[in-house]
C-alpha cells in the first residue's frame, strides 16, 4: 500500500486510535486479514468470520510486525477501531485509489472473469508496472485489498467484479471508480439467485454505468445482451469479438493439434498472429478481451499479439493441463463450474483428445435455481455428442442428472457412471485409466473435485520415485 500514518488511517475511515504510542507511524507494508500474510509494516483487518474471529489474532499480528489492527473493538495492541470493519476497508481503499496515478480497469461477466484477468494482467504489465486481483478475490472484502496493494509505482490496477445480486457491482465500482470497464458475457453462472439471464444482465451492466464521459466501455460484440450494454454508459464503446463489425476481433480461429487455440487478432491499428497456451477455443473471447483494453490503453498489435502468445495460467485449478509420466493427461478445472464454463472445458477436452481415451470427472454445478436439471441434463448429453469416451459424475442428485442426460442422449450404458464422492472417483479412475487417456475434472467448488486431480499427479510422482529408486 502507500505509506499512510495511523492517524490518516483513522481520519479515513472515522476511527478511534487506542493503545498507538505514536499516531504518525506509517503502514508501510500489505493490508492482509489473514494472520498468515503478515509481513513488517502490515496492518492487519480483523474480520469476525462463522469459526474465526480475527480479533484473536492480534497480539500475534503485531509482533509479527503488523504496525497496528483495524478492529471493532479495542484489542490490548495498537489499533484502529470502527463501527463496521468492512466498510472501513471499503473507504480506506476509495482513498488509496483516489491518490494513484493509476488506471482503473475493472472486468466482470458469467464465466472467463480470471482467466481473462490474468491475460489482461500478463498484457499490462509489459507496458508498465501492473497490479491486479488475485485469483477470484473479487468481492466487497477482496477487490478492496487488491487496490490497497497498489503503490505509487503502479500504473494499471486490474480489478475483478463478481456480483450475485442486482447493486453488487455498483457498490464495488463506488469503492474503486474504473477508468475502462469490460464486460464479458452475460450466462447462467448464479442463475438461481438471480432469477434470469436478463436480471444478470442488469448486474453486469452496472459497470458501464460507472464509467465516466472520458472512459471506455469494452463489451462483446457476440452476445447481444452485453452489446445492449452500450446504451447504457456515456463512455465511448469498444467492441470485441468474431462479429464482422467489433473492432478488435478474430479471424482464422483453429485449434493446433495439442487443442490451444490460433487465430488473426485484428485491432483497429492492423493485424497480427496469435498462437495462445491455454487450452480450449473459449479462451479466444477471453484473448480478445484483454487485447481491446490492451488496444484501448495504447499498446500496438504486435505488442498484444506476442504477450497473449506467451501468457500462461496464473490463478490454481482452471484449465491446469499437466501430463504423467505415464502419458496420462490431468486436466485439473476444478475451482468452479457453470453451464457456459462447463461446455467450454468438455470441447477443450474433445480437442486435446483426438485420437486418445478421454475422461470427463464432473460434479454438479451450483446455484442454477428452477434451472438445474435441464443444465445438468443438458452437459450430459454434451458429453455424448462430444464423443467423450467415460464420463464420471461425482456426487448427489445433480450427478445423477448429468449421468441420466449422457444415457438418454446415446446407448452409453457403462460408458457412463455414477460415483458418491471423490474418493470414488479416485478408486475408479486408479483402477481403469490407461497410459495416453485425457482427464477433464471439473465441478463447482464446493464439490471438491480438485483433490480427484491431486490424487493422480500423486500417484504418478510416487510411481516415477518407486521407478528411480529401483533402477
Known amino acids: 500500500m502507500i505509506a499512510l500514518s495511523l492517524a490518516e488511517i483513522a481520519t479515513v475511515v472515522g476511527g478511534q486510535t487506542y493503545d498507538i504510542p505514536d499516531p504518525a507511524v506509517q503502514v508501510t507494508g500489505p493490508v492482509v486479514r489473514d494472520s498468515r500474510e503478515v509481513e513488517p509494516g502490515s496492518l492487519f483487518v480483523a474480520f469476525v468470520g462463522e469459526r474465526v474471529d480475527g480479533h484473536d489474532y492480534a497480539a500475534d499480528v503485531v509482533a509479527a510486525g503488523a504496525v497496528a489492527v483495524l478492529a471493532s473493538r479495542p484489542v490490548g495492541v495498537p489499533a484502529v477501531v470502527v463501527d463496521d470493519v468492512q466498510a472501513a476497508l471499503g473507504a480506506l481503499a476509495r482513498h488509496v485509489v483516489e491518490r494513484l496515478g493509476a488506471t482503473l480497469v475493472a472486468l466482470t461477466g ?139 476481433r478474430a479471424e482464422n480461429v483453429r485449434l493446433t493439434e495439442n487443442g490451444q487455440p490460433a487465430f488473426t487478432l485484428h485491432t483497429p491499428s492492423g493485424c497480427s498472429d496469435v498462437t495462445l497456451r491455454l487450452y480450449g477455443e473459449h479462451h479466444v473471447s477471453n484473448a480478445l478481451a484483454a487485447a481491446a483494453v490492451a488496444h484501448e490503453l495504447g499498446m500496438s498489435v504486435d505488442e498484444i499479439a506476442l504477450a497473449l502468445s506467451e501468457a500462461g495460467t496464473l490463478s490454481r485449478w482452471r484449465m491446469e493441463v499437466t501430463e504423467r509420466p505415464d502419458g496420462v493427461t490431468v486436466v485439473n478445472d476444478a475451482y468452479n463450474a457453470n453451464p457456459e464454463s462447463m461446455r467450454a472445458a468438455l470441447r477443450a477436452l474433445a480437442a486435446m483428445g483426438k485420437g486418445r481415451r478421454t475422461w470427463a470427472v464432473l460434479g454438479h454445478m451450483a446455484e442454477l435455481g428452477d434451472e438445474g436439471l435441464a443444465e445438468h441434463d443438458a452437459v450430459g448429453r454434451l458429453a455424448v455428442r462430444l464423443n467423450v469416451s467415460k464420463l464420471v459424475a461425482v456426487g448427489g442428485r445433480e450427478a445423477s442428472w448429468l449421468q441420466l442426460g449422457a444415457y438418454n442422449e446415446g446407448s452409453w450404458g457403462e460408458e457412463s457412471v455414477h460415483v458418491s464422492d471423490a474418493q470414488a472417483a479416485i478408486d475408479l479412475l486408479r483402477n481403469e485409466l490407461r497410459p495416453g487417456d485425457v482427464v477433464l475434472v471439473k465441478a463447482s467448488r464446493s464439490v471438491g473435485l480438485e483433490k480427484v486431480a491431486t490424487a493422480l499427479l500423486d500417484d504418478a510422482a510416487v510411481s516415477s520415485e518407486g521407478q528411480v529408486s529401483g533402477r
Do not use: C, W
Request: aromatic share 4%.
Open 110 to 248: 458469467s464465466v472467463g472473469k480470471t482467466s481473462s484477468k490474468d491475460l489482461l494482467a500478463q498484457v499490462l504489465r509489459r507496458k508498465a508496472p501492473t497490479v491486479f486481483t488475485p485469483g477470484s478475490f473479487n468481492n466487497e472484502i477482496g477487490l478492496p485489498l487488491t487496490a490497497l496493494s497498489a503503490t505509487d509505482e503502479t500504473r494499471f490496477l486490474i480489478l475483478e467484479m463478481g456480483a450475485r445480486g442486482i447493486g453488487h457491482i455498483r457498490y464495488l465500482t463506488g469503492l474503486t471508480p474504473p477508468k475502462i470497464g469490460l464486460v464479458l458475457n452475460v450466462g447462467t453462472a448464479h442463475i438461481g439467485e438471480f432469477g434470469g439471464r436478463e436480471q444478470i444482465a442488469v448486474a453486469k451492466g452496472e459497470l458501464v454505468e460507472s464509467l465516466p464521459a472520458d472512459g471506455a466501455a469494452i463489451l462483446n460484440a457476440d452476445d447481444p445482451l452485453v452489446r445492449a450494454m452500450a446504451s447504457r454508459t456515456k463512455a465511448r464503446v469498444l467492441l470485441f469479438g468474431e462479429s464482422d463489425d467489433a473492432d478488435v
